[in-house]
């Protein structure tokens, strides 16, 4: 009973420090899409370089250019995809030292850590987390906002990129402010009631004033949200930032243009053109009048295969083939296109089929696009998670942090059998079962109820193999190769050795 009600004493905790509202349905639909940023993509090249010579007064531009890439486009998508599955997103906690507590309070050490293991687990990392970097890896900067519902559980709403800058960053997590003259009034319902208690005050101009909540009487200091970006000099950069593939959009569109060249040489080699005539008399007078000579035209084309076009004029009757007339060189156009665009994005075009001389190359791209993710996007959400680990009270003075394990899906058994061997040099447990795929929250109630509940053991009976079973027992149990009744001299002399 004790512990139930320090289980309702944290949720309740948990409820007053997110602050949440239980309409949870409704504030993240958006049927009509009334709720996305309003800034459009630029098909143009010209436009391009223009908004790449500034590309942080031209952020949003870039970032819907981008995204429709990201969907135009095959080769775009694909490594979006690759980019997302690289990471595991293993994870393990642990108490920290410091701050005046040098000795770890093991007395209710083992409730803490799982109190700290259930909060993480309403945070659904594993369905978040690839999201999360998808968006930054198109806007450059992904804004969100923390939903609670009923459960406890948090959702995200995604703010449009148009509408918001980040105002600051503490202890390493990003905040931003949200610029209230951008919502319009008929999605106010559906937004969070944080939000919607700001935009009541900027139309009645109350409370604008409030250098700690507003500035510049219209942009509001977000509580409830939270943005995430690898540049850090969005700081100095009005609060925004650009995508990491932004050095591929020009190439992506002159991509899309040598394929249109491709389509256009294709129907240049394959159409053929009818050439008909009309009858003229000896003075070079049509012998049919226009309305007869369009009716036969009529009847001519309506009855030609695709590919073959038609031209009724008083000149004699042609076969004209355009075989060859586009420009030769447009398929290898394409394929350098398409090897400069890999290039841009910084990842090898061996891992989707491109040609390449060695294996070993391939491997090496994936580590180098690994230790980038490690580098920039890990780092990004341990620094978020922790704080919200530090909002948790627990029944201990220590505190608690978040550690993600690096390993990479594509170099998985590599990853994890280095962590294997650390444990024979007193390396963590906890870190190789998170490597493992073991989640914090499962691992005491799974290992306690295989070995107090199951019993496992007892129903898991290792068969005795050469492996599993001493040499006694293997003596005792004449285990091997059965004994002959006319053994020769060589078995004999084994035998009376031993």
């Avoid at 905790?13 to 009509?32: E, M, N, V, Y």
């Avoid at 008929?186 to 944080?194: K, R, S």
């Avoid at 389509?263 to 009858?279: E, M």
């Avoid at 491997?363 to 993710?373: G, Q, R, V």
Wanted: proline share 4%.
């Amino acid at each position: 009973m004790k512990k139930s009600r320090k289980r309702r004493s944290n949720y309740s905790h948990s409820r007053r420090i997110h602050g949440r509202t239980d309409r949870f349905a409704q504030i993240l639909a958006d049927p009509k899409a009334r709720f996305k940023a309003g800034t459009a993509a630029t098909t143009e090249k010209n436009n391009l370089k223009t908004y790449i010579k500034k590309p942080y007064d031209n952020a949003a531009r870039i970032a819907a250019t981008v995204r429709e890439a990201s969907v135009t486009s095959g080769v775009f998508a694909k490594v979006i995809d690759y980019y997302q599955s690289i990471l595991t997103y293993n994870y393990t906690i642990y108490p920290v030292l410091g701050n005046k507590t040098y000795q770890l309070d093991t007395s209710g050490m083992q409730d803490a850590y799982t109190d700290i293991a259930y909060e993480l687990r309403k945070y659904n990392i594993k369905y978040y987390a690839p999201y999360i970097l998808k968006e930054i890896l198109i806007d450059g900067v992904v804004f969100l906002y923390e939903v609670q519902d009923s459960t406890g559980s948090i959702e995200y709403l995604k703010m449009p990129i148009d509408w918001c800058k980040i105002s600051g960053q503490e202890n390493g997590v990003y905040k931003y402010m949200l610029d209230m003259s951008k919502v319009k009034s008929d999605v106010v319902d559906y937004l969070p009631e944080e939000i919607q208690n700001a935009y009541t005050s900027y139309q009645n101009k109350s409370g604008t004033d409030d250098m700690d909540k507003w500035y510049d009487k219209k942009w509001y200091f977000i509580e409830n949200g939270v943005a995430f970006t690898f540049d850090i000099n969005t700081l100095v950069n009005d609060g925004l930032a650009v995508s990491p593939m932004v050095g591929m959009i020009i190439d992506n569109l002159s991509l899309q243009q040598a394929k249109d060249n491709v389509d256009v040489k294709d129907s240049l080699d394959t159409v053929r053109l009818i050439h008909s005539k009309i009858p003229l008399d000896k003075d070079g007078v049509p012998q049919i009048d226009l309305e007869t000579a369009k009716i036969f035209d009529n009847a001519i084309r309506t009855r030609m295969p695709e590919g073959v076009v038609t031209v009724t004029t008083p000149t004699a009757l042609d076969n004209v083939p355009l075989t060859g007339s586009g420009n030769a060189g447009a398929y290898d156009t394409v394929g350098k296109s398409i090897e400069q665009l890999f290039y841009d994005l910084g990842t090898s075009s061996s891992l989707f089929g491109g040609s390449t001389t060695s294996s070993n190359i391939v491997k090496e791209s994936i580590k180098k696009d690994a230790y980038y993710l490690y580098a920039n996007f890990l780092p990004l959400l341990e620094n978020y998670y922790n704080s919200k680990i530090a909002l948790v009270k627990t029944n201990i003075d220590n505190e608690w942090s978040i550690k993600f394990i690096r390993q990479s899906n594509f170099t998985l058994d590599d990853d994890t059998k280095r962590l294997k061997e650390q444990l024979s040099f007193g390396g963590s447990r906890l870190d190789y079962m998170a490597a493992c795929g073991f989640l914090p929250e499962e691992i005491i109630p799974k290992l306690e109820f295989e070995q107090k509940v199951m019993n496992i053991d007892s129903v898991m009976v290792v068969k005795p193999t050469s492996n599993t079973i001493s040499g006694k027992q293997a003596v005792d149990s004449q285990a091997g190769r059965p004994t002959e009744s006319n053994p020769s001299d060589d078995t004999e002399r084994i035998n009376d050795s031993q």
